[in-house]
């Protein structure tokens, strides 16, 4: 199976809205081991000023690896899920996520570079809190690698 | 208390803290995430992908340590970037009913650099497991009062 160098460049327009519920924020902040407060307790949140629980730093994942899904599910790919590993990961957050958040994801393929009998692709999510009526608001960009091993890799 | 700009200087230790993972940790993150790679919970589907061993998610481990982050900072909506690479694996052994920890992640921090203009600190994270790091380049953006 080979990866389709012309995936570089492509986008995939925002799908499903992803509804930030408070508890996929504690259960996730627990599934990290994280205990800050305004993860769990609605008032240890708002006393820091944020209008509902906070998600913990990369609870954006969720989101961005649903937009991936996209990418590696499409035919046209040629992605072998069970080759793929995660190589790197940041997250750019022009403001945090809180319970209540619609957010919505556009996924970018940055890059496409052959290595070996495998490829690293590059993918950018932009995300978006949606607001009433037709604005929607910056709320984070992700960026990941993933090699996808060829055989024998 | 949380940290001031002006209290901080490049070097600076933030402190450190250990992470024990079992492979239930492992099936909570993969339902937390969504992430169901069979790698991280599935012992023949691992090995038969020529791994040593189940492998804690890339992602665990990068949410896991920026705990540490978020508590120094006093707020975890204070860490506006972070970011890593992800270069060697944590074996997680099959502890289940013995209450042991399948592996132990050794987190520290320190302040790496300081911008005035943005009151930003980055905080630079050593993440080890049996020895050898497993992030490389992990840093956290963290803006301050």
């Known amino acids: ?153 | 208390m949380s940290p001031t700009f002006e209290e901080l200087s490049v070097g600076q230790d933030i402190g450190g803290r250990s992470i024990e993972v079992t492979r239930q940790d492992l099936v909570k993150y993969a339902g937390a995430s969504g992430d169901f790679n069979p790698i991280h919970w599935n012992e023949a589907f691992a090995t038969g992908v020529e791994l040593p061993g189940v492998i804690a998610h890339g992602m665990f481990t990068m949410g896991a340590a920026v705990q540490l982050v978020s508590d120094w900072a006093g707020d975890p909506a204070a860490v506006v970037d972070y970011q890593t690479r992800f270069t060697k694996p944590v074996l997680v052994s099959d502890t289940t009913g013995t209450g042991d920890a399948g592996a132990v992640i050794d987190v520290s921090g320190a302040v790496g650099a300081l911008d005035a203009d943005a009151r930003t600190a980055r905080v630079d994270l050593t993440v080890v497991f049996d020895g050898q790091k497993v992030l490389m380049k992990a840093q956290a953006l963290v803006r301050l009062a």
């Open chain 1, 1 to 153: 199976m080979t990866i389709n160098p012309d995936l570089q460049g492509r986008s995939y327009p925002a799908a499903e809205v992803y509804d930030v519920g408070r508890e996929k924020i504690r259960e996730f902040a627990r599934a990290v081991k994280a205990t800050h407060p305004a993860h769990f307790d609605v008032d240890a949140a708002q006393g820091l000023g944020h209008p509902d629980l906070v998600a913990p730093p990369t609870f954006a994942i969720i989101v961005a690896q649903r937009a991936d899904a996209q990418l590696i599910e499409d035919p046209e790919a040629g992605i072998d899920f069970s080759r793929v590993v995660h190589a790197d990961q940041r997250f750019t957050h022009h403001r945090p996520i809180f319970a209540g958040d619609r957010l919505v994801a556009e996924l970018h393929v940055d890059g496409v570079r052959a290595m070996g009998g495998g490829a690293m692709i590059t993918t950018r999510s932009e995300i978006f809190a949606l607001g009433d009526g037709n604005g929607r608001e910056p709320v984070s960009t992700t960026k990941s690698s993933i090699l996808v091993r060829g055989e024998g890799q």
